[in-house]
């Protein structure tokens, strides 16, 4: 079975500061990994996945990951932060060729201050 | 386009009692998937239909059952509600089930909340 572990759950930075949200996942076979955002009483929102090709994904508003397979790890990053970043992010993993099912870590909350 | 839609928004039950939360999937989307998300943590998954049958299922107590209609909508069963049971439902919508090295990429619904007293 597969598991993903977000070691920080609450990170705090102030606005256009660098922000990085670790992700660390364990699994036996080949994997997909996400990043998802849910802003409050919301659901989730796509942010980027890694599917195959460039270790490096990006999403449109300015984040990215880096998917590090001999680290096992999946870390988002944004090089500055706006206040409307403050939102949770979920890390995600799902098996290659294993159907749709979603293996969530516990959540980072980002909080962007003035 | 509308997006995954779920109802009701909001729902306060108490310890015993039953509950029904349904899903709509985007148009075209036969895949619809189930998970319970507590306060405070990540999403877990409970159940995957695909073509009214079930693909997946997490793990969760037969008080939790599922089905999906012939036009995809889906429908979310719980029996003899716990107050552990209080958390955001939410449901997913996706095009088919990812089989080799495809994914199905899956769209979230704004989710139900279910308060157990």
């Known amino acids: 079975a597969q598991s993903v572990t977000q070691l920080d759950s609450q990170v705090p930075v102030f606005e256009e500061a660098p922000v990085e949200l670790r992700c660390n996942y364990s699994?036996?076979?080949?994997?997909?990994l996400f990043w998802y955002v849910q802003y409050p009483n919301q659901g989730l929102q796509l942010l980027l996945k890694?599917?195959?090709?460039?270790?490096l994904v990006e999403s449109i508003n300015g984040f990215e990951a880096e998917f590090n397979k001999s680290q096992t790890s999946f870390h988002l990053r944004k090089p500055s932060v706006h206040i409307s970043d403050t939102a949770e992010y979920f890390c995600?993993?799902?098996?290659?060729?294993?159907?749709?099912?979603?293996?969530f870590g516990t959540g980072t909350q980002l909080k962007v201050e003035l | 386009d509308a997006g995954v839609t779920q109802s009701p928004t909001h729902l306060i039950k108490t310890r015993g009692q039953q509950v029904t939360l349904r899903c709509s999937p985007i148009?075209?989307?036969?895949?619809v998937s189930w998970y319970q998300q507590v306060l405070g943590q990540g999403p877990q998954f409970i159940f995957q239909?695909?073509?009214?049958?079930?693909?997946g299922r997490g793990n969760f107590p037969d008080r939790f059952s599922a089905r999906q209609f012939p036009n995809y909508s889906s429908e979310l069963n719980v029996n003899a509600l716990l107050l552990g049971d209080s958390a955001l439902y939410l449901c997913?919508?996706?095009?088919?089930?990812?089989?080799?090295?495809?994914?199905?990429?899956?769209?979230f619904g704004p989710g139900t909340r279910l308060t157990v007293l």
């Open positions: 997913a919508s996706s095009p088919g089930l990812a089989g080799g090295l495809n994914y199905n990429e899956q769209f």
């Open positions: 699994s036996s076979v080949s994997v997909y």
């Open positions: 890694y599917l195959s090709g460039s270790t």
């Open positions: 995600a993993v799902t098996i290659t060729g294993g159907g749709n099912k979603l293996t």
């Open positions: 148009s075209g989307h036969k895949s």
């Open positions: 239909y695909y073509e009214k049958e079930e693909r």
